[in-house]
């Protein structure tokens, strides 16, 4: 019995001197473990806000964008505070970044239309082919960009309604600008019978480019006869505008031409109603007049150029 309590003794003291080693040894790794993880995190915090304020000067650069690249930085220092914090703790470092890696390509494999929305987000926020309050049309879908995120874009349409659309569809498709160049060109094209007065019918549109203020005079306006058919002659009255004024100028100069040639008594039966041939679909598309009045004299009407 004195032997065997002997021996729990000396146990009991050998354990206590291994844990007694083994919390000195490692109070100092856990001490250093946690001055690691607050200089790093302190270090991250600050490289990123400079990161920050660095990428935020470089012209061009969306906030979005700079953002972005901000977070990435901050988030990589983390992880490589993260694998030296470890590494303190006599764990294989090696290991851990082979762990790491292939959990990063498992993640973007599962991850892979997600990761094509951010590269695509990327590409649309450094060439910006479309910028906040531009009208753009593509291939499916139209409407002005309310907003420009890494993953999606969000659109408002013609009619109110509000549409987010993929940034890798916008990426991998045309995109027509409505709103990017100053000004824009328009082309009204109105037909005649052969019995009208071509030269009066030419002079008149020429006086209702030039009499608004908004036809540009640099391109001049002009007017030119661009086809002949059996029954009639078309026209086309062409002239320039500012991108703010085209729609509001080509649906009142519809409605001069239409009352102009109303006073002159000449109409074309086998035509439709002014329109802009390339006028895009923002507002709902203009009704047609009715043909043949009673009580009024033949008014010529347009023809839509397709």
Same mark, same amino acid.
């Given at each position: 019995?004195?032997?065997?309590?002997?021996?729990?003794?000396?146990?009991?003291?050998?354990?206590?001197?291994?844990?007694?080693?083994?919390?000195?040894?490692?109070?100092?790794?856990?001490?250093?473990?946690?001055?690691?993880?607050?200089?790093?995190?302190?270090?991250?915090?600050?490289?990123?806000?400079? /990161?920050?304020?660095?990428?935020?000067?470089?012209?061009?650069?969306?906030?979005?964008? /700079?953002? =972005?690249?901000?977070?990435?930085?901050?988030?990589?220092?983390?992880?490589?505070?993260? *694998? $030296?914090?470890?590494g303190? =703790?006599?764990?294989?470092?090696?290991?851990?970044?082979?762990?790491?890696?292939?959990?990063?390509?498992?993640?973007?494999?599962?991850?892979?239309?997600?990761?094509? !929305?951010?590269?695509?987000?990327?590409m649309?926020?450094v060439?910006?082919? =479309?910028?906040?309050?531009?009208?753009?049309e593509?291939?499916?879908?139209?409407?002005?960009?309310?907003?420009?995120?890494?993953f999606?874009?969000?659109?408002?349409?013609?009619?109110?309604?509000?549409?987010?659309?993929?940034?890798?569809?916008?990426?991998?498709?045309?995109?027509? !600008?409505?709103?990017?160049?100053?000004?824009?060109?328009? #082309?009204?094209?109105?037909?005649?019978?052969?019995?009208? +007065?071509?030269d009066?019918?030419?002079?008149?549109?020429?006086?209702? /480019? $030039?009499? #608004?203020?908004? *036809?540009?005079?640099?391109?001049?306006?002009? *007017?030119?006869?661009?086809?002949?058919? +059996?029954?009639? *002659?078309?026209?086309?009255?062409?002239?320039?505008?500012?991108?703010? +004024?085209?729609?509001?100028?080509?649906? +009142?100069m519809?409605?001069?031409?239409?009352?102009?040639? #109303?006073?002159?008594?000449q109409? #074309?039966d086998?035509?439709?109603?002014?329109?802009?041939?390339?006028?895009?679909?923002?507002?709902?598309?203009?009704?047609?007049?009715?043909?043949n009045?009673?009580?009024?004299?033949?008014?010529?009407?347009?023809?839509?150029?397709?």
């Open positions: 019995m004195e032997q065997q309590a002997s021996d729990l003794i000396i146990a009991t003291r050998s354990a206590l001197d291994q844990a007694s080693a083994l919390a000195v040894q490692y109070s100092f790794s856990i001490l250093g473990a946690i001055i690691l993880l607050i200089v790093g995190w302190v270090t991250a915090s600050l490289i990123s806000r400079w /990161a920050y304020e660095g990428i935020s000067r470089v012209r061009g650069i969306d906030e979005t964008l /700079a953002r =972005f690249f901000t977070n990435v930085v901050r988030y990589a220092l983390l992880v490589l505070v993260f *694998v $030296t914090v470890l303190q =703790f006599g764990v294989q470092t090696a290991s851990i970044i082979a762990t790491l890696g292939a959990a990063g390509l498992a993640v973007g494999l599962a991850l892979q239309g997600t990761l094509q !929305n951010i590269a695509a987000g990327i649309l926020l060439l910006r082919p =479309f910028r906040v309050g531009e009208y753009i593509t291939s499916s879908v139209t409407g002005t960009v309310l907003e420009i995120g890494l999606a874009t969000e659109l408002k349409t013609g009619d109110g309604l509000y549409r987010l659309a993929p940034n890798s569809i916008l990426w991998n498709t045309p995109i027509t !600008n409505y709103s990017r160049q100053p000004t824009r060109q328009n #082309d009204l094209k109105i037909s005649i019978t052969h019995k009208d +007065d071509l009066l019918a030419m002079e008149t549109l020429m006086k209702l /480019a $030039t009499a #608004d203020k908004r *036809v540009l005079k640099t391109p001049a306006p002009s *007017v030119f006869i661009d086809s002949l058919s +059996d029954t009639a *002659v078309s026209m086309t009255l062409r002239y320039w505008a500012s991108t703010g +004024d085209w729609w509001s100028l080509s649906r +009142d519809i409605k001069r031409i239409k009352l102009a040639f #109303d006073k002159m008594g109409v #074309d086998t035509s439709a109603p002014a329109q802009p041939s390339n006028a895009p679909t923002i507002e709902p598309a203009l009704e047609e007049a009715p043909v009045a009673p009580g009024r004299k033949r008014t010529p009407r347009a023809s839509p150029q397709t």
